[in-house]
């Protein structure tokens, strides 16, 4: 789920949020990356692609935002096709409600093939109706890569707090010690440039950096991650960070992922020995394993009952290979 990838706790993020107003947005060159991928999904029967239709709308949320986490979905899902399984999780994990509806949530998980390095990519998205009246809202798309490579991953997620506020994590977290693989720091993230992508959002009056109160969340992110609370006087400010700001910096940052981490180089190679593999796997699913006791195992419960929270953890933790 969204939180399992930044570990965020629920509450952290000041006050919740009402819903924004609806903004009208130009239309980006990444959406017609939407028409690409539905047309991969033509042969999946009637309940998988209302299922995945339901996914994509990202409801409660702005149309900014509602654009942007759909053309970074369509991008990944697009650009990795071959690489990817259909979902398979179950209908009643795919899209659920706590019994009294004021919860609701939907989730997306495609593994990648046994030759791919792609290990998933899941998608989420979570509405809580608050009973003080106001809502909470958290949009996430993560990538994960397996042991076949040593990459960094790619994370993005978005926490409404309020009509005018909301927090952003952006990086591509690393999955070895960068103070004892230098070559990892230069080759990942100085060569990239990604630490210019949160310096020039940081120049931005309403942006300021955000600190996690958890110290798990703070060790798992990369030094140039933009982890930011983003603060405006008024909806429509809010609504012009994202879609002019936001939504090209993110672009950028999956697009470095795509290119330097999900593929090889041409004419390169880099191979993961035996050993390597090992401690891969051990970090990784330590990573995840963490994520979800911290996380979900806190949270879910509260916002959607025992029994939805348990049905739904479970099959997390089978798609992520933890239980």
Known sequence: MAMIFCNTPLYSSSPFLSPLPSIRSKPSRFSKRVLTVQAQFQSMDQNDLLLRQKFMEFPYVSPSRRELMADLMSTLEDRLHSQLLPCSLPTDVRNFKNPNGSAEASLHIRSGEKSSPIDFVIGSWIHVKIPT?????????????????EAPNFVVELIQSSPTSLVLILDLPHRKDLVRHPDYLQTYYQDTALDSHRQSLLKLPEIKPYVSPSLFVRSAFSPTASMLKIDADEGERLEEI???????????????????????????????GEEEKFLLERRDKSFRKKSIEEDLDLQFPRMFGDEVSSRVI????????VL
Do not use: D, M, Y
């Not at 009246?133 to 490579?149: C, H, Q, R």
């Open 242 to 272: 994202l879609r002019e700001h936001v939504s090209p910096t993110a672009k950028q940052v999956l697009e470095v992922w795509l290119e330097r981490c999900a593929k090889e180089e041409e004419g390169e190679e880099r191979v993961v």
């Open 133 to 149: 009246g106001v809502s909470l809202n958290i949009t996430s798309i993560s990538a994960f890569l397996n042991s076949s490579t």
């Open 314 to 321: 479970h099959a997390i933790k089978e798609a992520f290979g």
